[in-house]
């Protein structure tokens, strides 16, 4: 006759909130709470609410308009101040233009 007691599986198990590693804090329940509000959102109000955020301010956004308008004119420039071999660069494949310039 053994006289071991039958195994209880249920009382083998670690207690508390974290099974896995016990050593590691807790998620903090803000964070958790946001996360799963952010999953259960309408996709489409939220884009609609990140791009009113990305709206930037009238001065600000002529600031960035001047500023590539700009750099569009000065690399315009630029390309029509070639000299003979930059043109003949321009105008040759990727793969020759890898061997001449």
């Given at each position: 006759m053994n006289s071991t007691p039958p195994f209880d599986a249920a009382s083998s198990l670690p207690t508390?909130?974290?099974?896995?590693?016990?050593?590691?804090p807790p998620t903090p329940a803000a964070l958790r709470?946001?996360?799963t509000d952010a999953?259960?959102?309408d996709e489409a109000g939220h884009?609609?609410?990140l791009l009113e955020q990305a709206r930037?301010?009238?001065a600000e956004q002529a600031?960035?308009?001047?500023?590539a308008a700009d750099l569009v004119r000065r690399v315009r420039a630029r390309?029509?101040?070639?000299g003979a071999i930059e043109a003949s660069c321009a105008s040759t494949t990727w793969a020759?233009?890898?061997?001449?310039c």
């Open positions: 508390g909130p974290c099974l896995l590693a016990p050593e590691l709470q946001a996360i999953w259960l959102k884009v609609r609410e930037l301010p009238a600031q960035i308009q001047a500023t390309a029509s101040n070639q020759a233009r890898k061997a001449c």
